[in-house]
């Protein structure tokens, strides 16, 4: 089944090792001065976190995907900036390219991406085409052996970086047989003429995220720079997406595990009457309650990992995958918003506080609910897997 194996557990503690002595120690500084640790990248990428999935080829690890989460877990755990950095790295970035580009995308882009001597970003989300993805208002006009695009994208992860060196995105390329707009997926390479990097956002939370919107404006580009079939981008989109979710709810279980260990130390050490506050029943059964919450966000998130894993080889139907990912997301975040909370209030005055983590992990956790499709959205995809009419 989804068990870890003890190279599972044995990789774990490698990328926690790691959490702990490279980016724990400069998380509050980071968060605070809203750094993007670009330096940070390549230290990642020497670890293999950008290529566990990767084939051999381009210098992967051709691992699982049960891994993967696991390493978004883990560094999630420590700091949710660096965690999205990893995880919208490969999930948006990287998989668009190995999971549908050519050979020649493949080897032209792969390798740096890899080794993280670059990052990419995926631009699908705009102004007004959000949830509704099918409502791209972005076009692209093939002119001769070139598209030009104009259109813009919004809060774009990973887009805006000194070493981002591709943006893929959907534009609509023409109409379908029935009327419908025809999106395909197209690869734009960074300081393409065209292509502007809007200020970065001023964000609520991931302050050492990197993200921008975009702005394309008679931006061209080659006409092989398209990423598989013409009219394929929702197609392509939906399948990455169900990867994704499963990712996010990996940063979200990290993230509550984090609010457990906080609020349980603090729950020891500190003391109220003459004796430690977990003593009391008003403090010890949030914390029960946060520690189930865990476990059951670790069992639903790792179940989801492993079954796109058996979906990758052919040995589970992809409709499994797209259930299990979306009961994961929505369970996870939600329990990761909700030990935010607990750990803030179990913190007290301190809890509010920017000194204490506890503040960093508030503001961290609601994005959880919104990225990679709200919990609004998980809920239609359950409803629908469940046979209940649209």
Known sequence: MFELSEDHEMFRGVVRDFAESEIAPHSAQWDRERHFPVDLIPKMGELGLFGLTAPEEFGGA???????????????RVDQSIGITLSAGVGLGISPVLVFGSDEQKQQWMPDLVAGRSLAAFGLTEPGAGSDAGATRTRARLEGDEWVINGSKSFITNSGTPITSLVTITARTGEMPDGSPEISTLLVPAGTPGLTVDPPYDKLGWHASDTHGLTLHNCRIPAGNIVGERGAGLRQFL?????????????????????????????????????????????????????????????????AAWLKDECDAGRRPARELTRAAAIAKVYSTEAAVDAARTATQILGGNGFMEEFPAARYYRDAKILEIGEGTSEVQRMVIARELGLPR
């Open 62 to 76: 051709e691992g699982d995907f049960l891994s993967m989460c696991v390493a978004i877990e883990e560094i999630g």
């Open 239 to 303: 399948h990455l997406l169900d990867h994704g979710r499963v990712a996010i709810s990996a940063l979200a279980l990290g993230l509550a595990r984090a609010c457990l260990d906080l609020g349980t130390d603090y729950a020891r050490t500190r003391e109220a009457f003459g004796r430690p506050i977990g003593a009391n029943q008003g403090v010890a059964f949030p914390l029960a309650d946060l520690a189930v919450s865990v476990e059951a966000a670790r069992a639903l998130t790792y179940r």
